[in-house]
């Protein structure tokens, strides 16, 4: 089992930067990927970002050259950097990983103003 906790969602206006991190309740050691999913209003949860253990990051093309996804092993934390936003990326953002089980934290919100 793993605990997932969000933060870092606010309100911004578009062009702004946001990070957003999800702190864990223990080590990455069997984590094999992790990601960041968002969901808007009235549409379907997405994928945003991921990284799978010894592979490279993924991206939705629409964030592709915006936003940064990292984690920092030591801190048992997972980010997303995110820059010019955009006001479609205003949404709940979710992170996600996975061992043997599939692990989700409650969400931050992310509200962008044009």
């Known amino acids: 089992q793993v605990q997932l906790v969000e933060s870092g969602g606010g309100l911004v206006q578009a062009g702004g930067s946001l990070r957003l991190s999800c702190a864990a309740s223990r080590s990455f050691f069997s984590i094999i990927s992790m990601g960041w999913y968002r969901q808007a209003p009235g549409k379907q949860r997405e994928l945003v970002a991921s990284?799978?253990?010894?592979?490279?990051?993924v991206y939705a093309d629409s964030v592709k050259g915006r936003f940064t996804i990292s984690r920092d092993n030591a801190k048992k934390t997972m980010y997303l950097q995110m820059s010019n936003l955009k006001p479609e990326d205003t949404a709940v953002y979710y992170c996600?990983?996975?061992?043997?089980?599939?692990?989700w934290g409650q969400g931050t919100q992310v509200t962008v103003s044009s």
């Open positions: 990284i799978t253990t010894g592979g490279p990051p």
């Open positions: 996600q990983m996975r061992d043997y089980g599939t692990y």
